[in-house]
Each structure stands twice: as C-alpha cells, then as structure tokens.
C-alpha cells in the first residue's frame, strides 16, 4: 500500500537551509520509506510531542504525523537532531 505524503508550508523553508545532497538523502527517505509504511520506520514521540512519530536521517529528523483514514503522512518538520523539536 503505498501512502500519500502532504508537507506543511514550513516544510519548504527547512529544506533550503539544507544543503543540496543532503536534502536528496531526506527526499529519497520520505519516498522509500514513508510512503511505503511510516508506521514500520518511524518511531513515536513522548511527552509534548506525543501524537507525532519522527524518522531518523543521518543527523535530521522528519517530524510527521500519520492519518489511517485516508492513507496519508503529513511531514511537518525537516531539520537537525539538536533543534528540530524546539517549536
């Protein structure tokens, strides 16, 4: 079953702050892997968080939340370990 993948606006000023290669590696992971199961390769967040999983990618992490009902993950942030989950 493949997923269909939304992105918040934000998401789009993330990636420019990123540099070119590294922004394939992220995309080539949303494409294999969240849109063919995000809920094998994501992990869940805790606490504030909770509700939202996050996939590992080198040293980024893509915050995303899942909807079953219509088969779709919406990515909502895209950025480094040590600051992605401030906001």
Known sequence: MN??????KSVQKDL???S???QYIIRRAIEEKLMTDP???GLPLR???????????GDYRI????????V???????????DVYEK
Do not use: N
């Not at 606490?47 to 990618?57: A, D, E, F, I, P």
């Open 16 to 18: 420019k702050k990123i």
């Open 47 to 57: 606490r504030t968080l909770k509700g939202y999983m996050k996939l590992h990618v």
């Open 63 to 70: 915050i995303y939340s899942i909807d079953k009902e219509v």
């Open 39 to 41: 809920l094998k390769f």
């Open 3 to 8: 997923w269909k993948v939304t992105y918040k």
């Open 72 to 82: 779709t993950v919406h990515v909502i942030k895209v950025g480094q370990r040590k």
């Open 20 to 22: 070119k290669d590294i």
